[in-house]
Each structure stands twice: as C-alpha cells, then as structure tokens.
C-alpha cells in the first residue's frame, strides 16, 4: 500500500486545527469537509453577537494547501452566481464587489472598472465604497485584504488603485477588521435609532451600514485561513441579518481573523458549495430577490470569487522557452507529428483492447483560407508598383506569385502529406490494438461535410482495409452524421444549447498581439522600406494573423512546394506569434464546449452498445481542430480547461500545438478475458497516455469505464442546459 503523505498531513492537519476550532463555536453550527484543507460551516439559530435569528454560512479555505486558489471573476453581462460557480466548476462562490461605477474591479490585470464616479451610482452620496481591497497576484495563492483607501480621498484612491501592480483587485467598505483592530465596529455611530438611520438616504455609508442586511464579508486570518461568509437577512424570526457593526464583532468571535472586509451584501448575497444547498444551483443560503426563504432569488452580478482547483503546471517561461527552441512546436496547429506507434504501458493482466472510440482531425493542408497567402502578396505587389520593397521583399515576391498560381485553386485540400498521416494512424491503431481490428470486428467511420476531412478519412479506411483485411468497414458522410463531427457547424438542427460562454480575459486578442508584439514594424521593416505605408489602412493584427498562418503552414507542404520562409522571424518573433494565435484561438474555440459536448454524448452511448453487444472493433470520427481542442476543455484532458487568472499564463494550461495536424484522440476499451471484471479504458491523445482532470485511475492510465461514463456526464452538465 502507497501512503500519500501530503494528503495525509492535510488531512490530520485539518483535524487538528479545524476540528477544536469549531467545537469553540458552541451551538448552531455545523461543519462539513467538502476538499482537502476546505471547510463548509453553517449556524442557524439564535446568534450571541445580534442577539437575534440568524442563518450564516462559511466556507473556510486553508491557504496552504497549494492545489487549490482564489479567482476573481468578472462576466460583461450580468450574470447569477449559480452560473458562476457552473462556469467555473468552483468548489465554492461568492458574489464579490458593489457595482461597478462606484468601485475598482480588475481582473487577470485587466480594470473592468476603476472608481469612474466620485458619487454612489446616481445618488448624491459621495462615493465611499473603495476603502480598502481584496487582492491576489496571478496564482490566485498570494492573498491579501488592506485598508489602502484609509485616509484617501477619492480621486487619491482612484489614483492608488489604477497604479497597483497587483494582478486582481475587488475594492470594497467598509474594512471591519484591520490586523485584529475591529474597524467596523465604529464605522458608524452605534447609537443612532432606527428612526434616525432611516433618516439617510439609502446609498448613504451611515445607513447602508447600520442597518441590518443580509451580508457578504471575505477574512483572512495569520494562520493562512481565507474565510467567505455569507450572512442571510429580511426575514424575521429567521434570519434578520446584520450591520456591519454585528457582523465585525461575529466574525471577531468566531473566526479571529487578522483581516476582514465587507462586500456588496443585501440582494446579492450568495454563495455556492459543490455537492451542498440547492441539487442543481448548489446555493447554500437564501437569496432574497424572490422574497421567499429558498435558493432561488438570485441577483445578476458583474463580479464574483471563486475557490477553484489548480494543478501544477509548467511556468509560462518554460513554455515560451520550449516554443522558441522548436519551429515545428511553434508552428501552432499547422505543427506535424510522426504518427508511427509510441510506447504505452502494458495492459493490466488478464485485459486486451478491444474497442476504440476516436475523433481525429483531418490531416495537413493548404491553408484553410486564401487570406494566409493573399494578404502578404498583395502587400507585396502593391509595394513592389511603388518602389516600396526591400531586396529581401522583392526576392519573396518572386517566389511567392507563381506559388501563388500553383495553390489558389487547392485553398484547404487536404496534401499529400495529409493523406499519409491518417493512413499511418490506420496501420498504428491495428499494430498497437491488433484485437480490435481483428474476426468478427466491425469498424464505422463518420465525417463532416468538409473535403479535407471526407478525404482523411478515406485514408485512413482504405489504410485499415489492407492492414485489417478481416474488419467489417463502413465510412459514411451526411447530416445525421453532425453531432458526431462537426455540432458547432450553422444550421444544426440537433445542436446543444447551454449557458452563456464567457472569455475571461479583458484584453482582446488585438490588444494582447499589440502588447506582445510591438516590434511588428520592424519585422516588416525587412519586407518593406517604409513599413506604415505598407500597412496602408490595414491593421497590423489582421496581417501578422494571416503571415503567422503563411510561415507556419509551410510545414504540410511538399518540400518541392513550400517556400523558403526562413529571414521573416527569429525563432524568438514566431514564438511570439504563436503565443498571440494561441489567444485568439483560445477565444475561438471556447463557445464550442456547449455544442461539441454532443461528441462526448456519441462517446459513451456508442461504446456502450458495442460494450452490451460484446462487439469488437472501432467507430472514427473526422473532423477538426476546433474540435479536438474543444474536447480537450470538456473533458479537462491534461487539467486543458484550468485557465489561469493572467492571460499571460494561458499557455501554461492552452496550447494549440496539442492540436497539430491529423491530431486524435482515442477512448481505448480494455475487456476482461474471463467475465466478471470491469472494463477498463485509457484515453490516448496524439498517441500519448493523458489524464482525465482528477478522476482517479485504478491503475497507471487505465480507469474503469464506469467512472469514467460518469466523470463524462458531470462534465458535459457543466455546458449542456438543453439537447434536441
């Protein structure tokens, strides 16, 4: 027996600190460990400190555990927690900052907002809601609450704020605990009467703040514990809520933080739990826009906190050193594989593959539009009539316009290059898993509508026709075919609807090329004598989107058709390049989760009626790389959908160089040659063993298929609300 002994350090760590901690907190409260080194809590009951109902729930978060972090939200369309917390597939949420116009939200160092109004939205009350902040740096590890806003004025604050380098930051008021001192006990006058607070206007901090609400407040305490609380109201005799004086002094008693802030409470208070609350939402407390005491009364809002899973991964300068030291690497999606079989670890005794269910994208091609090659020749062409090109410019457009002639009429076939791929991955599949291609095996291939795909698949059936003479074979092409192929294509009248995709980065992939590739002049210095009057009217991002595309397509080409590209980048530039491409493609493909997820729907159900029947063989689909990429965030394939809070750290988790040409993805069944035992699957990628998110495998990638049909159906739920 292996003993894990981080995780049992975490857990007796847990009993030890946890444990005596909660038993201090008397009666009303339970307690709940819902992950390693994270606790929910919730009292209901009278409260000492208000000395009336109250329903509060916690969700405690030990820092030190370092799989899991703090990431701030924000949605450019208002939207409930509960879809939130779905989105982001949190082990807890909390609704986050006040509205927008009166405080700083910037999220993955992007400010949504950063205090634009010196009043509380349209009120005359001055703007009092950005006393202090919520920070983390980009791990989402490195928390922090601050008093900055102490003693500031407003447009000192705003100025404080927009000069953080902190990479999140929700401002917020009042501050309720500053290193032990309990701030919000005064930050009003606790002897006003209701009468006299009613007096205020409603925005005013006086009232907003002594008055009893429903409340949200995020702790802090020295031993490295980050608290969410959410504290129901409005309703008497049940839950009454607190002022913010009450919540300082509960917090005080149960919790000891050194830190704490209050946060945008009332109507919005929420939080969810994975697995607690409401069964389909996760809501634990009551929400008050419906008015009733149940999960269902929602607000929309713009920001929200979650406590998410975050496994190692390599750094971004590791990854941008590897991309910089391989061109082919760099190349992005236009990337070539050598498809020959790879080592694998053996099958579990007793166990021998006998089915194999596929996706596989087709293989090299010209590019996919004229633009990779058009955009650039005419650049050229048009310099070249004005006396604009430089040696080195004048020389590739003497290359380029009768390469030009030879591929504007193959714009997106599939290459020579193309074809052999999949018909190596034919021969690969039958040497590696011979049982399954073997008597009595019946193989059905599907399509999508798109040549370079019908023709790739073609290959690799006419491959599997030779190599597997005694398999049953069918390939078919139509529109029943789509949801297995290509779902996300316009006019499916089968697709999936789902929530709303949301890019979680503020900087659009414009921006980002522009903060990452400021030397895009210079790189076409070495086309062009004077590079501006090249641009014209054309933006830069369009051009090097479409020269990046030239450069890197070269790959799937015949060596005695390909140009010559070298002297347009360094390794470092198109490094660069394929870091901005990975961006855009990332914002691309991320609204396809919903319509592909009906791929991991034909997954199971197909290898399930082959599994019923006792049938060998395989069922091969053709298609895309949009897809596969898609699928690689379904699935969480290698922790592929674990996006970071910096969009400069998206390649640590998001690289399209894992969707080269011809890429795959293979669900490999392994059957019991005795009857009783499970069955068992390992999922290939490109023909390397991969990890399916955190389901546990029963032995190296071998899992059971019974987990692994139902990790597959949580994850689909995660993007899926609707199927026709």
Known sequence: MVINMRRLFTILLALALVVPVFAQRGEGWTSKTVADGITYLSFSGLEEVSGSPQEVYVLDWDMSNPSYALRFTWSEKATITSNVHRRENAVATLNAAYEP?????????????????DTVMETPVFNWKSEAALYTDASGRNVKIAFDGKGKSIAEQRAFYAASDWENIFTSAPMLIDNYEPVGAFFMDSTLTAAQLEEYNYEHPVRHQGVRHPRTAVAITEDGHFIMVAVDGRREGICEGMSARELTRFLEKNFHPQYALNMDGGGSTTLCVREEGDPVTHVVNCPTGNKKHDHAGERRLYSHLCIVEVPEMPSAQEIREKVKADWNLASGLDRVLDWAPKAGTPAPKGYEATYISHYGRHGSRYAYTAKAYTVLLEMLQQADTTGNLTPFGQDLLGRLEP??????????????????????????????????????????????????????????????????????????????????????????????????????????????????????????????????????????????????????????????????????????????????????????????????????????????????????????????????????????????????????????????????????????????????????????????????????????????????????????????????
């Not at 116009?101 to 109004?117: D, E, L, N, Q």
Request: with cysteine.
């Open 403 to 724: 390469f030009w002639d030879y591929a504007q009429y193959r714009v997106g076939d599939l290459t020579e290059l193309g074809w052999q791929q999949h018909a190596q991955i034919a021969r690969t599949m039958v040497q590696s898993f011979p049982k399954a291609f073997g008597d009595g095996s019946r193989v059905e291939a599907a399509s999508s509508a798109s040549v370079r795909a019908i023709m790739s698949m073609t290959s690799c059936v006419s491959s599997l026709s030779r190599v597997a003479p005694k398999a049953d074979i069918y390939a078919h092409q139509g529109k029943t075919d789509i949801q297995a192929t290509r779902p996300n294509e316009r006019n499916n009248p089968f697709v999936y609807k789902g929530p709303a995709s949301v890019f979680p980065y503020g900087e659009s992939p414009e921006a980002f090329f522009l903060r990452r590739f400021p030397q895009y002049r210079q790189v076409l210095g070495r086309l062009f004598i004077d590079p501006d009057k090249a641009l014209e009217n054309r933006k830069a991002f369009d051009v090097f989107f479409n020269l990046y595309m030239f450069v890197a397509g070269m790959n799937s080409l015949r060596a005695d058709v390909r140009l010559n590209v070298d002297g347009i980048f360094t390794p470092e530039e198109f490094a660069i390049l394929w870091e901005t491409d990975n961006y855009e493609r990332f914002r691309e493909y991320l609204p396809y989760r919903t319509p592909c997820s009906s791929i991991v729907d034909d997954i199971i159900a197909k290898a399930d009626a082959r599994l019923a029947a006792g049938e060998k063989g395989a069922d091969l689909r053709f298609g895309h790389d949009h897809i596969v990429m898609s699928l690689l965030m379904i699935m969480d394939i290698d922790f592929f959908s674990r996006y970071p809070s910096s969009p400069d750290d998206l390649i640590r988790v998001f690289q399209t160089y894992r969707s080269p040409m011809a890429t795959n993805l293979q669900f490999v069944f392994y059957t019991p040659k005795k009857k009783g035992g499970d069955v068992l699957v390992k999922v290939l990628h490109n023909g390397e063993e991969v990890q399916l998110g955190f389901l546990q495998a029963v032995s190296g990638p071998y899992y059971k298929w019974d987990d692994v049909r139902a990790y597959l159906a949580a994850r689909v739920s995660l993007f899926v609300n609707a199927k026709n």
């Open 101 to 117: 116009i009166s405080v700083v939200t910037k999220v993955g160092g992007y400010y949504h907002s950063c205090m634009p109004r």
